[in-house]
């Protein structure tokens, strides 16, 4: 690999950790006037959590957000450099909203950014991603676990349709995600995870 090739995987990967690391959640409810989204349910700056603030526009354009910064920083990319430094933004994308450096690495659990990233790189796996979302969502009303499912059946549709790198990638990411749900998967376990419609919102944290 040559020096020039470096530095693209390198700036794809900066550029890509730049955008993840936009905090919508937080940007959105100061603008908005609402409660500081860290101050809250579990104190995450996806989606989920600023659903707690009582403002479903808000929550959605968090979600919105949230998902195309991963967009966003892969199509740049691949414009700029090509597709192989794009995965590099993705995965950079990934971990900028997981450890956000302006919100002291403390940031969301990526489902979002996840979906938009596979939206960037494949966007036919992002339709699939969601209807096994929905599928899960509507059977279990969990949407912790609709979200867990999804990201694992990701790669192998990937994988399935011959793009290896991207499902390399995913099963990547989707650890990850795991990783980052480990508190959900301890209350799915212990059956203490609430519901989607509860009053007590599921912790997807995205």
Known sequence: MGGTHVLEFLAAFVFGYLCGSIPFGVLLTRLAGAPDVRTIGSGNIGATNVLRTGRKTLAAATLIGDMLKGTAAVLVA???FGREPAM????GAFLGHLFPIWLGFKGGKG???YIGL????AWPAAIAFCGVWLAVAALTRYSSLAALIASATSPLFLWWRGEDAEAGLFAVLSIMLWIMHHSNIERLLRGRESRIGSRSQPETGR
């Open 78 to 80: 691949d414009y700029f």
């Open 88 to 91: 590099s933004a993705a995965l």
């Open 118 to 121: 596979l939206l960037g790189l």
């Open 111 to 113: 489902v979002a950014t």
